[in-house]
């Protein structure tokens, strides 16, 4: 007999066994028994409990983190410039903080040491329906001609001529606004990364000439928080010219160039070119006074948020177990941390991060950022 079938016949002898007198209750559930090759004991108890009921109740344990959680979660991680589980996780205490202390969070204690105690794992699952209706700009175009002069008296770089556990030797790039085409004028970032503390600066320069790139160099010198130790730059005419060749001599100051054709010997600032400039910006054509000027201010906000606001993961060790390669990166920190943990930056430079951190609003510097960017989209239309 089917289960379908023995629900039926439950179905039709049950009320006459409740009203049966108990020597035919007795008849009733021998036949019943019988028929179903229950155990007596089971039969006795469907017939006067009637058949069991399905829980709706959702199997497994009871969900840690509920609806106010994740909206809080979400909102950190908007915040944080939608980072992954990794980078955010360490960060994400602090972040709650500052939006707290500019109004812009209001969650309960209890909220806040849920957030706290989330797994990298948790995190990410999660922000699963938060990065599904996020938006992606689009990627990069290069465009670098290479400079055929000074390359001999310019060193290729290599692990020797750096102490990368020191601030002030960075990797620049050039990042071309130059649309569908490299023909004619256009604007450029110039894109610059500190190896030891991920410390970003992107600048506008109105075009890949030699005086615009070192006017952009000088402006990126001024705003970084410790002293230019090193440049390391690619092989393009913008950067081999003997202007900033010798200015580096002056100033002592290493300049390395990268070998050609080998991206990930400038891998920092290549990362950089996509995360700090790419995904924000785009990839459309500009030209104009208007759109540089546009550029300036958007990251004018954009520098202060990278810095102080984004959580990078470095690399600490890499070894290589048969055909795979196992890599470890330490705990994740934003730049603006790793400048107050180094012993190499003075005090004084230190506190005047820190008051600055303290007036910093990320949510503020985005919602300027995002009005600056729909006004330079307009641009191309």
Avoid at 54 to 83: C, D, F, I, N
Avoid at 226 to 249: T, V
Wanted: glycine letters at 6%; proline letters at 4%.
């Amino acid at each position: 007999m089917t289960h379908q079938a023995k629900r039926e016949l439950l179905k039709k002898i049950r009320p006459r066994y409740l009203k049966a007198s108990k020597a035919e209750k007795t008849r009733i559930l021998d036949e019943f028994a019988a028929a179903t090759d229950y155990n007596r004991k089971y039969a006795i108890h469907l017939l006067r409990n009637g058949p069991p009921r399905r829980s709706t109740k959702r199997a497994g344990r009871r969900r840690t983190y509920g609806p106010e959680v994740v909206a809080a979660l979400a909102q950190v991680w908007e915040a944080s410039g939608r980072v992954c589980g990794k980078r955010l996780q360490p960060f994400i205490g602090e972040m709650a903080e500052v939006l707290e202390r500019h109004q812009e969070l209001v969650i309960s204690e209890q909220t806040k040491t849920l957030l706290g105690q989330m797994s990298t794992a948790t995190i990410d699952r999660r922000l699963q329906a938060a990065r599904a209706r996020s938006a992606h700009r689009g990627r990069s175009v290069g465009g670098t001609k290479p400079g055929s002069l000074l390359k001999t008296a310019i060193p290729v770089r290599t692990f020797a001529d750096w102490d990368e556990a020191k601030p002030g030797f960075v990797e620049m790039d050039l990042v071309a606004h130059c649309g569908d085409t490299t023909t004619g004028v256009y604007l450029n970032t110039l894109c610059v990364v500190d190896i030891a503390t991920g410390w970003t600066e992107p600048v506008a320069v109105a075009n890949k000439g030699q005086q615009a790139t070192f006017e952009g160099i000088q402006i990126m010198r001024q705003r970084l928080p410790f002293p230019l130790l090193g440049i390391d730059s690619d092989n393009g005419s913008e950067f081999i010219n003997d202007h900033l060749h010798r200015y580096c001599l002056n100033q002592h100051i290493t300049f390395t160039r990268s070998r050609p054709y080998r991206k990930n010997d400038q891998a920092h600032v290549e990362q950089k070119n996509w995360t700090a400039v790419r995904q924000w910006v785009g990839y459309h054509r500009y030209e104009s006074p208007e759109a540089l000027a546009l550029l300036e201010a958007i990251y004018a906000d954009l520098r202060l948020f990278i810095n102080f606001f984004q959580p990078v993961m470095k690399l600490i060790d890499k070894t290589r177990v048969g055909s795979k390669v196992r890599k470890q990166y330490d705990t994740a920190q934003t730049p603006y941390q790793r400048v107050l943990a180094s012993p190499d930056i003075d005090d004084s430079v230190k506190d005047q991060l820190r008051d600055l951190y303290l007036s910093l609003n990320p949510l503020a510097l985005q919602r300027r950022i995002e009005a600056n960017l729909k006004k330079l989209w307009t641009l191309n239309r």
